[in-house]
């Protein structure tokens, strides 16, 4: 399913126009990124679904595949996603 089926699910389920139910999954994306954005630590429960969680993963020296030559990656704040106890047995 991608973005456009299931704003076409909600509309329908919802009883409401594709219009409103785009809006309304574009406003949960948007609250979801911003409170990941915040870094490391934050997160978005969602109950009987799961947990959005932004993890920071620190620079480290890898090596180049090519040269082999020794280089840092960089820092970064990721999202991550843990599937709620009833999401895991489906």
């Known amino acids: 399913m991608n973005k456009k089926e299931l704003v076409s699910k909600l509309a329908e389920h919802l ?43 620190p620079s480290r020296e890898m090596r180049n595949p090519q040269t082999g030559k020794p280089m840092m990656s960089k820092a970064k704040t990721s999202a991550q996603f843990k599937p709620s106890a009833g999401l895991k047995d489906l």
């Open 15 to 57: 009883d409401m126009s594709q219009s409103a139910a785009g809006d309304a999954v574009n406003g949960m994306i948007d609250i979801i990124v911003g409170e990941l954005k915040k870094g490391d630590g934050h997160e978005v429960n969602l109950p009987g679904f799961g947990k959005f969680v932004a993890k920071h993963r």
